[in-house]
């Protein structure tokens, strides 16, 4: 076997080396098996131990959900058990072993795609997606009448695996989470990606927008993924092996230097201080906040209480998971952001018109404006836990003070009825706007009149200034966070709200990148927020440079044309100032 | 043996999803009777939850039920009732 290198676009940093394994979403593949006439009713009873075998697992797995979760969450597995006690699925599997003498497993697959592609005609979007758990149920069926690996469930991963897929969705990132996942490799995606996301939040490297590759790489086939360079090598030679080994290791030894810092401020040599906070993607991470020396959350995003559910989260429960939260991290601050839902998140309980153009319609704050009552939910529920530590909030994608306006009036009318109900909570919360949508950048000086501070969504931003769609990979190579246009934007935001005396964060993968960062802090910003895992490095370049020196190298980037030609200046310049950054 | 036929619109905003298609089922296996259910020219089990969901029957689709059995008269008001019900309602 000779190695296969594949290229694709870096999303989360590190090394990693193992087993692939394919998640397969798509249609049930087995080879056709011919069976003699007197093999038909042992090739029944095989179907029919396969379907109790399934039974019991599913059973199993009841009873730890109930454990676990809850009465609610397991109801959905009544169904599956349901769907294997099927009069016309057995009907048609049965029969159709008799009738074609195909092997259970080929009978069975048949059926199941016949059912599949029914589905997909089905008109309404949350009907028809309900495909995914007959797939579920046929995946553990097939797993007991074949032996192929594939056929396994996430719920059942248990070894170190290096997770293959076509795209992951934000539902299936929150099943891995707290699995054994060495890696992620996919065919769709960019840098500001769920699995980019879920990756650093793991702490494992990514390479994401590779195409085609659940097509090369097979189930067992071992995969080097290197998270930096953005490579797949698939069944590396012994060179290459020990190449990325030693690589492996000069990356665990640099970690560790990089612990010293837990503690220390980010302050450059010539004593400015700029605030590293961390983005918090689900409740579980929180951990993570002081672990790697994190001022505070500067985004806490809420929509993952929302999805692998068929329900809205109901007050208490969100009260309770915030509650948690700020409690964890205080007396360091939190920074909720109010639900952004739609573009490419999307949760089971409410129907969201899929738009031709979903980044540019109903999402985030225009959903919560249309959808009072689940916007409401969620500031009752945010306002009582201001009472519990240092927390405040921010609407995401506001586009103009019109909005602002609209929220604020409807947290104002949420304030009164708590008070009406002697309900506790933080009166002075503070209440900033994210800055990504252009007009809110070129209206930002209004803004900064009536919000308490600023901000700024990146990975939003730099696909509405550049007309990039975030999650197409044919345009992944536009997607340019230092392009002028979007450091011009910046430094707009920066000097609007400073006129007003009002704190001016960043939260987007922008501030995890050094040579980005080192640009951020030349243009100003108080606040970098990023995922976990990069606020080491960040601090460490921060403590080794000189302000006066971002600002220079920033004022000369600025004059530059493209954004190649700043991430290339701004690289050179940073190693020379801060040699072996990385 | 009585057959008993009957129009109903699924009322559930969410249409006849997994959850609300095993309840029905689960409701079935109560009584003694046969059950189909049409949705314009197609027809299914009642006590199939793969043809129940293969319907893709969403919130204010026409239905047409046909009970069969000893039990028809009883079994056709619950499951009357049941289509007149949302999900929250549904669910114990």
């Not at chain 1, 696909?463 to 044919?474: F, G, I, S, T, W």
């Not at chain 1, 403590?543 to 991430?567: I, K, N």
């Amino acid at each position: 076997m000779s190695e296969l290198v594949l290229k694709g676009i870096p999303a989360a940093g590190g090394i990693a080396y193992g087993p692939a394994f394919i998640l397969d979403n798509q249609e049930f593949i087995v080879p056709k098996r011919t069976i003699s006439a007197d093999e038909v009713e042992s090739e029944i009873a095989r179907f029919q131990e396969a379907l109790g075998q399934a039974s019991i697992e599913i059973h199993a797995l009841k009873e730890k959900i109930i454990r676990d979760m809850g009465q609610k969450q397991a109801q959905i597995l009544d169904a599956h058990l349901l769907l294997l006690e099927d009069p016309m699925l057995q009907e048609q599997v049965i029969g159709g072993i008799r009738e074609h003498k195909h092997a259970a497993e080929y009978t069975f697959v048949k059926v199941i795609n016949m059912y599949v592609q029914s589905f997909n005609k089905i008109e309404d979007e949350y009907l028809r997606e309900r495909s995914s758990d007959i797939n579920d149920v046929a995946r553990r069926v097939l797993k007991y009448l074949t032996d192929e690996s594939k056929w396994h469930d996430l719920d059942n991963l248990q070894d170190d695996l290096i997770m293959v897929a076509h795209e992951l969705s934000p539902s299936d990132a929150v099943s891995l989470y707290n699995k054994k996942m060495m890696a992620f490799v996919t065919d769709l995606g960019g840098r500001t990606s769920h699995t980019a996301i879920i990756a650093k939040s793991m702490r494992v490297p990514a390479v994401v927008g590779l195409k085609d590759a659940t097509l090369k790489i097979y189930n067992g086939d071992y995969l080097i993924v290197d998270g930096q360079k953005g490579l797949v090598i698939v069944n590396p030679s012994r060179p290459t092996r020990e190449l990325y080994a030693k690589e492996q290791s000069k990356i665990n030894a640099s970690l560790e230097k990089l612990d010293d810092l837990r503690e220390l401020p980010a302050q450059t040599s010539d004593g400015k201080r700029v605030c590293i906070l961390a983005n918090l993607e689900l409740s579980l991470e929180v951990q993570n906040v002081r672990k790697f020396g994190a001022e505070g959350v500067g985004l806490y995003r809420t929509e993952f209480l929302f999805m692998n559910r068929l329900d809205l989260p109901p007050e208490e429960e969100q009260y309770l998971a915030y509650k948690q939260v700020v409690e964890a991290v205080a007396p360091l601050p939190v920074t909720i952001r109010t639900l952004d839902l739609g573009g490419d998140k999307f949760i089971s309980s409410v129907q969201i018109p899929r738009d031709m153009a979903p980044f540019l319609g109903v999402r985030a704050i225009r959903f919560c404006l249309d959808r009072q009552d689940i916007f409401k939910t969620q500031l009752r529920a945010i306002l009582r836990a201001s009472a519990h530590g240092r927390l405040q909030m921010m609407y995401p994608m506001i586009s103009g003070v019109g909005e602002l306006r609209q929220a604020n009036a409807v947290l104002t009318e949420v304030k009164r009825s708590l008070r009406d109900e002697h309900i506790p909570f933080d009166d002075k919360m503070k209440v900033g706007t994210m800055i990504e949508v252009p007009s809110a950048v070129m209206t930002a000086d209004t803004l900064a009149k009536e919000t308490d501070f600023f901000s700024i969504g990146t990975n939003d931003l730099v696909q509405y200034a550049l007309a990039v769609d975030r999650v197409n990979e044919k345009t992944a190579h536009l997607y340019e966070p230092a392009h002028p246009a979007v450091l011009r934007m910046i430094q707009r935001v920066v000097d609007a709200g400073h006129n007003e005396n009002i704190h001016v964060g960043l939260c987007g993968e922008m501030a995890s990148d050094p040579v980005l960062a080192f640009l951020l802090l030349g243009l100003g910003l108080d606040e970098l927020s990023m995922s976990p895992s990069s606020i080491l490095t960040i601090k460490k370049m921060v403590r080794s440079l000189r302000f006066s020196d971002c600002l220079r190298v920033t004022q000369e980037a600025m004059g530059l044309s493209t954004g190649q030609e700043v991430e290339e200046f701004v690289g050179a310049q940073l190693r020379q100032l801060v040699p072996g950054l990385d | 043996m009585p057959r008993i036929e009957r129009q109903v619109v699924v009322a559930n905003k969410k249409g006849m999803h997994a959850r609300p298609a095993a309840l029905f089922v689960q409701l079935t296996d109560k009584f003694n009777v046969t059950v189909s259910i049409a949705k314009d020219k197609e027809k299914i089990n009642g006590k199939s939850i793969m043809g129940l969901l293969m319907l893709g029957a969403q919130h204010q689709t026409p239905l047409t039920l046909t009970v069969d059995g000893e039990e028809a008269e009883a079994a056709m008001k619950e499951f009357e009732a049941f289509f007149a019900k949302q999900e929250e309602d549904l669910i114990p």
